[in-house]
T-cell receptor, first 112, second 111 residues
Framework: DAGITQSPRYKITETGRQVTLMCHQT?????MFWYRQDLGHGLRLIYY???????DKGEVPDGYVVSRSKTENFPLTLESATRSQTSVYFC???????????FGQGTRLTVV | DAKTTQPTSMDCAEGRAANLPCNHS???????VYWYRQIHSQGPQYIIH???NNETNEMASLIITEDRKSSTLILPHATLRDTAVYYC????????????FGTGTSLTVIP
């Protein structure tokens, strides 16, 4: 299906474990983004990528690692999950910096 | 970077127009105003954007004041499915043209 998809939709992991959230888009958009949204708050930018092999930090990058070896994929890794990383994570993509962004349906991550 | 101010919450009767205001008094000439909405923790959905002129699409209209210091998103005939949090965002080169979301306006459409 065309669009942007995130997997898994729900994940429970233990403190200290490594976990990777996947994001895949079929539009060949140059830009991809990861946001987190905590209860009662707006979305906060974690990392973004302007193209394959180009990534940059957003507002809240600590504790996260990203990679972009292919244009269509932008995985987000929590190297050692902490309870404070319990959140809903949204991936997004855009064609350019003055265009609208399209968001995935989110991954609800719980760290216990 | 241009900050935005929106009311925390609003109600609107079903079938009536919903007018959602946004203040962006420090906006610069080359910064766009974007509107998104988020329905019940789904991914944010793009609605509309504009620079200077008023814009209309199948979802909504965007009215930007002549001095560009404020704008209004208009949903012409609100339905229950329009109940959502609406975000007004100024896209600024000063912040890398990234979408920075505030807390938005929680719109409740009342039957």
């Amino acid at each position: 299906d065309a669009g942007i998809t995130q997997s898994p939709r729900y994940k429970i992991t233990e403190t200290g474990r490594q976990v990777t959230l996947m994001c895949h888009q079929t539009w060949s958009h140059s830009y991809m983004f990861w946001y987190r949204q905590d209860l009662g708050h707006g979305l906060r930018l974690i990392y973004y990528s302007a193209a394959a092999d180009i990534t940059d930090k957003g507002e809240v990058p600590d504790g996260y690692v990203v990679s972009r070896s292919k244009t269509e994929n932008f995985p987000l890794t929590l190297e050692s999950a902490t309870r404070s990383q319990t959140s809903v994570y949204f991936c997004a993509s855009r064609t350019g910096l003055n265009t609208e962004a399209f968001f995935g349906q989110g991954t609800r991550l719980t760290v216990v | 970077d241009a900050k935005t101010t929106q009311p925390t919450s609003m109600d609107c009767a079903e079938g009536r127009a919903a007018n959602l205001p946004c203040n962006h008094s420090t906006i610069s000439g080359n910064e766009y105003v974007y509107w998104y909405r988020q329905i019940h923790s789904q991914g944010p959905q793009y609605i509309i954007h504009g620079l200077k002129n008023n814009e209309t699409n199948e979802m909504a209209s965007l009215i930007i004041t002549e001095d560009r210091k404020s704008s209004t998103l208009i949903l012409p005939h609100a339905t229950l499915r329009d109940t959502a949090v609406y975000y007004c965002i100024v896209l600024s080169p000063n912040t890398g043209n990234q979408f920075y979301f505030g807390t938005g306006t929680s719109l409740t459409v009342i039957p």
